[in-house]
C-alpha cells in the first residue's frame, strides 16, 4: 500500500503567481488533511476535508487559498496571487477513519 | 492560546548517550498526544501515540514516552541514541477533535 503521494515535492512561483499543490490519500482513506509549515515553526492546520466536502477549513487564510477533494482525483490545495509570505512547506495527511494520521512527504513552495 | 510546546530547539549529543525531548501541551480534559520523526529529505512518521491506559509509551526504533498528566507533559525519550536517530522529531497533540497541533519541533543531530 503505497503512502500519501504529494507533488510537486519542490514547486516554485513568482508572485502574482499561481500554486496548485495535490495530495493523493492512501488506498481506502476518505479523509485528508492539510497543515502549513513555516519556517522554524511547527505544522498549522489548515483545512479537513473528505470527499467531496470541506469539514473545517478554520485554518486557511480568508483569501487566496482554496481546497477540494473531489470525488475522483487527488485533493488539491490552490494559492492564488501567491505572495512571498506563502513560502513554506505544506504538508497533506490521510486516515481512514478521522483518527490516526498519515503524512505525505511536503511541497516545499518558494515564492520569488 | 492553547498550544504544544518543546523545550529545546536543537540538540546535539554523541552516539549511545541518552535523549530526553520536552513537550508540554496546555490543553484541558482529553487529550491525545503523538511523537513524530521526520529524517532528512522523508515525511513524518509516527514515533508513538498516547490515547489512553498505561501512561509508558512504547514507539519504535527504541523510543518510549511518558505521558504526566499533572504536568500537562509528554516527554520522549531513548536510552541510547544512534547516528541514525539524527532527524527533527514533533510533539502534537489533538483535543477531542481532528487537529493535530503541533510544537515547532526539535532538530535532533547524533555525532558518530
Known amino acids: 500500500n503505497a503512502g500519501v503521494m504529494q507533488n510537486p515535492r519542490h514547486l516554485v512561483r513568482r508572485r502574482g503567481q499561481e500554486a496548485r499543490l495535490r495530495c493523493s490519500p492512501m488506498?481506502?482513506?476518505?479523509?485528508v488533511y492539510w497543515y502549513r509549515q513555516l519556517p522554524e515553526e511547527g505544522l498549522k492546520f489548515m483545512v479537513y476535508?473528505?470527499?467531496?466536502?470541506?469539514?473545517?477549513e478554520s485554518g486557511m487564510p480568508k483569501e487566496r487559498f482554496s481546497a477540494e477533494f473531489p470525488k475522483e482525483g487527488p485533493s488539491i490545495l490552490r494559492i492564488q496571487q501567491v505572495v512571498r509570505g506563502d513560502s513554506a512547506a505544506y504538508f497533506c495527511?490521510?486516515?481512514?477513519?478521522?483518527?490516526?494520521?498519515?503524512f505525505g512527504p511536503g511541497t516545499r513552495l518558494t515564492v520569488l | 492560546a492553547q498550544s504544544v510546546s518543546q523545550h529545546n530547539h536543537h540538540v546535539i549529543l554523541s552516539e549511545a548517550a541518552s535523549l530526553e525531548l520536552g513537550c508540554n501541551y496546555s490543553?484541558?480534559?482529553?487529550?491525545?498526544l503523538f511523537w513524530y520523526v521526520q529524517y532528512p529529505g522523508q515525511h513524518l512518521q509516527l514515533l508513538l501515540k498516547?490515547?489512553?491506559?498505561?501512561?509508558l509509551v512504547k514507539g519504535i526504533k527504541g523510543f518510549e514516552a511518558e505521558f504526566i498528566k499533572s504536568k500537562f507533559s509528554f516527554n520522549l525519550r531513548k536510552p541510547s541514541v544512534q547516528w541514525s536517530d539524527t532527524a527533527e522529531y514533533f510533539c502534537?497533540?489533538?483535543?477531542?477533535?481532528?487537529?493535530?497541533?503541533f510544537g515547532a519541533g526539535t532538530t535532533v543531530t547524533v555525532r558518530a
Open positions: 502534537a497533540a489533538r483535543p477531542n477533535d481532528y487537529k493535530l497541533s
Open positions: 488506498k481506502g482513506h476518505s479523509h
Open positions: 495527511a490521510s486516515s481512514p477513519d478521522g483518527n490516526e494520521q498519515f
Open positions: 498516547y490515547f489512553s491506559g498505561d501512561p
Open positions: 476535508l473528505q470527499k467531496e466536502n470541506i469539514i473545517d
Open positions: 490543553y484541558g480534559g482529553t487529550v491525545n
